[in-house]
Every structure is written in structure tokens, then in C-alpha cells.
């Protein structure tokens, strides 16, 4: 049974970048089937994709977000991780790390389908 | 940008049915996916493809889509339902995976 399990700081500086990362365990990140996504909720709101990974290092990002977001994987250690540049306040939230099962229709465009398995979250406060 | 609208809350009285609606400019032509948030927990996945179930999901969950609405539907309504609950499509044409705003079932 696959397990995602965050982890990073849980205090990060207006301006600064907030970086976390995504355990992986009881599957392989490098299957065929699934992106490896970000998502989070701000305090009180709902939940925004923030963008997510395929194994083989091709991203895909929502596009409002798109210029201070980075993913990348590092499959030797299964997992993945996302950093977030030039933080403000309206980047406080409980990030969770999910599997997003797709279908590769070719090696660079896939299908996107549902979130089913999904990290506990880790609360980020962006603050001085 | 696809925009995927629900009703803020939804009540209903335990034993009954609730259904949530998830609106969006033809939602019929997408696949659909409703998650279940309750209180400092993470989503879980109760619905996705429209209509399937994931296991471990009663079968009192169902999903349906059409036109320009999607509809979650929970029969003999439980006092544990209790959640908030989000649909999620992905939207080809701009590059986006939204979710909706979020409907708070309150059983009564």
C-alpha cells in the first residue's frame, strides 16, 4: 500500500523560498501510471493543484503559479519535492503531496485523472 | 480558466439522500472526481471516472455527470459523512487541474 509522507520547514520568510519534500513508500515513483502532484489549502479555503511530476522529470504546473514554482524527483530516493520562490502571507497553507493517476497517451502528453492517494500534509506559515 | 462551481453547504437529515453539485461549461464532456475532506484530515478520494468507486468506498457513494453538471449523491445519509467535499476535473484547454470551491455537508 502506498504511503506519501511530507516533510520540510514549517516557518518560512516573506521573499524567501519555501522548499518541501515527498517521501515515497511501499511503490516505486518511477511507475508508468502516475504523476507525483503538490497540492494546497490556505487556512479556511480550498484546495488549489499547485502542479505535479512524472518520474521521468517532465512537469506539468498550474499555470497562476507556474513562474515561482520547481519540481523535481529524485528517483534514487523515491521521492519528489517542490520549491516555492518570492513567498508572501497568501502562501500559507497545509500542503499535501499526492499520486495522480494518468494515461500516457504519448511520451510528453497524458491524461489526468484522479488524486488517490495522498500525504497527511504539512502546515507552512509564511511570516517574518 | 475551467471553473468548477459547488453549492457552500449542503444539510440533510440522517437516513436521507444528499446530493452536491459541481457545475461547469460542459462537464459532461470531462471525467469527474469527488474527494471527501473531514476536519484537519487529508482528501480521500470517494469518487472518480464520474461514477466508480474506489474499494473501501461504501456503495451508499455515487457519482453522475451530465450536461453542465456533475452530481455527487450519498444515500442513507450517516452521521460520519459529515465533511466537506471538492470535485476535480483537469481542463486540456488551459493546462489546469481546478478544483471547486468546496460544499460543507451537515447532517442534521
Known amino acids: 500500500q502506498v504511503q506519501l509522507q511530507e516533510s520540510g520547514p514549517g516557518l518560512v520568510k516573506p521573499s524567501e523560498t519555501l522548499s518541501l519534500s515527498c517521501s515515497v513508500s511501499g511503490g516505486s515513483i518511477s511507475s508508468t501510471s502516475y504523476y507525483w502532484g503538490w497540492i494546497r489549502q490556505p487556512p479556511g479555503k480550498g484546495l488549489e493543484w499547485i502542479g505535479g511530476?512524472?518520474?521521468?522529470?517532465?512537469?506539468y504546473y498550474n499555470p497562476s503559479l507556474k513562474s515561482r514554482v520547481t519540481i523535481s524527483v529524485d528517483t534514487s530516493k523515491n521521492q519528489f519535492s517542490l520549491k516555492l520562490r518570492s513567498v508572501t502571507a497568501a502562501d500559507t497553507a497545509v500542503y499535501y503531496c499526492?499520486?495522480?493517476?494518468?494515461?500516457?497517451?504519448?511520451?510528453?502528453?497524458?491524461?489526468?485523472?484522479?488524486?488517490?492517494?495522498w500525504g497527511q500534509g504539512t502546515t507552512v506559515t509564511v511570516s517574518s | 480558466s475551467y471553473v468548477l462551481t459547488q453549492p457552500p453547504s449542503v444539510s440533510v437529515a440522517p437516513g436521507q439522500t444528499a446530493r452536491i453539485t459541481c457545475g461547469g461549461n460542459n462537464i459532461g464532456s470531462k471525467s469527474v472526481h469527488w474527494y471527501q475532506q473531514k476536519p484537519g484530515q487529508a482528501p480521500v478520494l470517494v469518487v472518480y471516472e464520474d461514477s466508480d468507486r474506489p474499494s473501501g468506498i461504501p456503495e451508499r457513494f455515487s457519482g453522475s455527470n451530465s450536461g453542465n453538471t456533475a452530481t455527487l449523491t450519498i444515500s442513507r445519509v450517516e452521521a460520519g459523512d459529515e465533511a466537506d467535499y471538492y470535485c476535480?476535473?483537469?481542463?486540456?484547454?488551459?493546462?489546469?487541474?481546478?478544483f471547486g470551491g468546496g460544499s460543507k455537508l451537515t447532517v442534521l
Open positions: 476535480q476535473v483537469w481542463d486540456s484547454s488551459s493546462n489546469n487541474i481546478p
Open positions: 511530476i512524472y518520474y521521468s522529470g517532465d512537469t
Open positions: 499526492a499520486r495522480h493517476r494518468i494515461v500516457v497517451v504519448t511520451p510528453t502528453y497524458f491524461y489526468y485523472y484522479e488524486m488517490d492517494v
